[in-house]
């Protein structure tokens, strides 16, 4: 039924166009005696006329056409866009998997050198400290992650921060007025944030932080307390095609009478995903 309407108002349209100039040629030859019908024009004339508006409804057409056919290729565009930004994107999850182990370190001067740098594989971080510290502590974390997409893209990981937040639990840290409310402890990232990807499988790996803070200051005792820590941390995902994609993530630790860490709860978001040029790579 469609295509009858369409094809049916094609000939009509066409009959109209055909058929104007056919009457203005017959109006042309009689001569009605009234004096409000009486032309000033010519039949030219009269022809010339419904020639400029064939013209200017054939101009307007063809830009609604023209503004039609872009704004549909943009549409098309914009879809495989987010297509090649669908596919090109690793949704890493964090796995309820942790290992952790600490040593104390008498070097005091540890962080100015550079003899730990992608020690392990690991990331550095350090605990915001002052001056006259004799020695640090080291905790070494392994994070496994599991990527789900269908194929892996991944051509660089970079860590962008790092927090620590101990949540308002008793046996825990408290504030100098001695309320119990959450505490942050934002960590510096040490020069390196390329992030080392340790191959379990094809979709499974693991990385490595490692912490340097001052014996039973605020890191230290955060994780030796009662209280439940949640580490949350960025990390830049690049693709092979120039994707990237920043990730959230959030674990929560708790600590057991066995000085063992469990997982309690990961949570992986998606804060942006887009495509970067070639000398952002």
């Not at 690793?90 to 104390?104: A, G, W, Y």
């Not at 990331?123 to 640090?136: C, Q, S």
Request: contains cysteine; hydrophobic residues 40%; glycine residues 4%.
């Amino acid at each position: 039924m469609k295509r009858f309407i369409k094809l049916f108002g094609i000939i009509s349209l066409v009959l109209i166009i055909l058929l104007i100039p056919l009457i203005i040629n017959v109006l042309f030859k009689f001569d009605f005696n009234i004096w409000w019908l009486e032309s000033e024009w010519s039949a030219g004339e009269a022809l010339n006329f419904y020639g400029g508006l064939l013209s200017f409804a054939g101009t307007i057409i063809l830009g609604s056409i023209s503004i039609w056919q872009t704004n549909k290729s943009n549409n098309i565009s914009k879809k495989l866009l987010d297509k090649d930004l669908l596919d090109s994107t690793d949704f890493i999850q964090l796995e309820n998997k942790l290992e952790v182990s600490m040593k104390q370190n008498n070097n005091s001067k540890i962080t100015w050198s550079a003899h730990h740098k992608l020690d392990y594989g690991a990331n550095v971080l350090i605990e915001p400290y002052k001056g006259g510290v004799e020695k640090f502590n080291e905790y070494l974390f392994k994070l496994y992650f599991y990527n789900s997409s269908e194929r892996n893209h991944i051509s660089k990981i970079e860590l962008e921060n790092f927090m620590c937040v101990q949540d308002p639990e008793s046996g825990g840290l408290i504030w100098e007025d001695g309320s119990n409310d959450p505490i942050p402890l934002g960590l510096d990232i040490d020069l390196i944030k390329n992030v080392h990807l340790n191959w379990i499988s094809s979709n499974e790996f693991y990385v490595q932080f490692k912490v340097y803070c001052e014996p039973n200051m605020c890191f230290d005792s955060m994780m030796k307390n009662k209280a439940n820590l949640c580490f949350i941390f960025q990390l830049n995902i690049t693709s092979f095609s120039n994707v990237k994609t920043e990730m959230l993530y959030k674990i929560w630790i708790s600590k057991s009478n066995k000085n063992a860490y469990k997982v309690i709860n990961t949570n992986s978001t998606i804060k942006n995903n887009e495509v970067i040029n070639s000398k952002d790579f």
